[in-house]
């Protein structure tokens, strides 16, 4: 049993990603190898057993099932992978492959648990149609009927840069309308600033001179140094207030988050500024879905981009509904 388990420990290695499967799957495969030697009903594992050891705190067991979320997770994941393994398996002359499955209960005090199963390679086809994938039967996705919910973040979950911090006391900035003031100011102090140094700027270039590397340096400045502002200081805002949630800047989220989004919130005269991330299973792959600008393809728009084929599986977001559907998909 133990080979069986280091083969797909191995796979994890050789594919590694940020999947919340994989994460799973990892620990998993790590806590089925440090009791490979007992008997079945000890190499199962409930929820918090498996959180634990993906390092994942959480208080109780249904929490720690909601969090592992194992068929639209975990199964869609190895559905998608299991062939890779299985060939794995092949290569090192291995009579089985590792599986994973739950065993769920009918309630009471025995919670779902985990295990990994020695499961029969399954049997090789000398068929020359079967073995070549130019006559298998094209299958398309029914994009139609493919739509999912976002999962967010917890209020304060998302950790900003120790920059930001004090401003994003527990995940958000509580606006009062002093606070829009200022920042209507600020921007517009900032955009003025530009282009009046711009203007005087150009007023310098206006006595005739020979044209130098410094004429042409200033020259340059005068169309850059606006468009710079624009871009980093005065665009993100007014795409905030207009679009209401937008991809939160780099400068404000710590480096070990995947993706985070600022979104505005409006309920009356309460205005709140939050730092939240919004996540799904990829609907093809099991890989985790992260929110991303939609350009080139979908101007002005957030889509979910799988992390582990952003440029194929993209799928839509409603920030109202916090519901998905495919944009664009590989036929599978």
Known sequence: MREIIQCLIDWL????????AHRILRA????SLNKADDTKE??????????????????????ANNWIDWTRTVQRYWATREEQIIDLARKRNLKSYPKPHRISTSGGPDPTTYQLKAEPL???????????????????LDRSRISFKYDLAENGEVKPTWC?????????????????????????ILGAGAVALSYFGWLGLMAPRPITTRELTAFISIFAFPYIVWIIFIKPWVRLFDDRIVVAPDLLVALEEKS????????????????????APCPICGATVH??????????RLVGRCSDSPREHIFSFDPVTQKGSVLRSPAV
């Open 28 to 31: 998993l495969a790590n806590e």
């Open 164 to 188: 930001a911090k004090w401003l994003f006391r527990d995940g958000q900035i509580r606006l009062s309308r002093w606070h829009i003031w200022v920042i209507i100011g600020w921007l517009s």
């Open 260 to 279: 985070a989004q600022l979104e505005l919130f409006r309920d009356g005269d309460l205005r709140m500024i939050r730092l939240v991330s919004y996540t």
């Open 291 to 300: 929110l991303d600008k939609g350009e080139p393809d979908y101007s002005r």
């Open 13 to 20: 290695d050789e594919n590694p990603s940020e999947a919340k």
């Open 122 to 140: 399954p049997e090789t086809s000398d068929n020359e149609e079967e073995q070549n994938p130019e006559f298998e039967p094209e299958k398309t």
């Open 42 to 63: 000890k190499r199962r594992f409930d929820s918090l057993d498996i959180t634990e050891a993906a390092q994942v705190t959480k208080e109780n067991i249904t929490e």
